[in-house]
């Protein structure tokens, strides 16, 4: 069997309210956060903060798609899959204070497009 390395996993705040955990060096995370944000990519990036910028922009698409939630016990941004069937209601209320700030990404990332 293989093991679960969670031992690097850090808890890091992409934007208000929304916090994720991940492996990335604190170099990447300014990246990702951008890539969340909905800003475009800088070209003088490396392949691993491009890498740290995609991931926040799928995780945006995700969380928009109903793919992603934040949990409102700790406003973790985790997966549906991950959330239990008893507790969807509760999420249904954070999805609806968190809509005007992702209608507020997707304004700007229509703007720019």
Known sequence: MFKQQNHNLKVVKLTEGILVHTQLKSAYIPALRSG???????PRWSGVKYSAWKTGRQ???ALVNGEMVVRST???LVSVNQVP???EESYTVKWGYQNSFLD??????????
């Open 74 to 76: 700790d406003s973790i």
């Open 85 to 87: 069937d008893s507790e």
């Open 36 to 42: 969340f944000a909905g800003y475009p990519v800088n």
């Open 59 to 61: 995780w945006r698409q």
């Open 104 to 113: 507020n990404l997707l304004k700007r990332q229509q703007l720019t497009v």
